[in-house]
Nanobody
Framework: QEQLVESGGGLVQAGGSLRLSCAAP????????MAWFRQAPGKEREFVAR????????DYADSVKGRFTISRDNVKDMVYLQMNSLKPEDTAVYYC?????????????????WGQGTQVTVSS
């Protein structure tokens, strides 16, 4: 069930940066925890980053820690993923997702609303 809209993906060279955005037309995000996941060809969808509804807490996968930053603007109902120092292994379709759960938030099965994904390709 795809009801979020991601944007900002593209092709970038290794070491470059991209900023992904997530919007929810007709829905509110401001009272929900949000996350970004990614899925590379032939691989499982994996957790990237998550943020609480207030923005007070964030968590990251070890593979992106120190390079990616998740943030949100609850006035605009937007969630972002700033990706710096990109590597070829970051190549994947990136999805944002919304959850009403309050625990186990790195688990994709806790999220009930997803976007269609945006492709990020990092060339070496």
């Amino acid at each position: 069930q795809e009801q979020l809209v991601e944007s900002g993906g593209g092709l970038v060279q290794a070491g470059g940066s991209l900023r992904l955005s997530c919007a929810a037309p007709g829905r509110t995000l401001s009272t929900y925890a949000m996350a970004w996941f990614r899925q590379a060809p032939g691989k499982e969808r994996e957790f990237v980053a998550r943020i609480t509804w207030s923005g007070g807490r964030t968590d990251y996968a070890d593979s992106v820690k120190g390079r990616f930053t998740i943030s949100r603007d609850n006035v605009k109902d937007m969630v972002y993923l700033q990706m710096n120092s990109l590597k070829p292994e970051d190549t994947a379709v990136y999805y944002c997702a919304r959850t009403g759960a309050s625990s186990d938030l790195t688990n994709k099965f806790q999220y009930d609303i997803w976007g269609q994904g945006t492709q990020v390709t990092v060339s070496s």
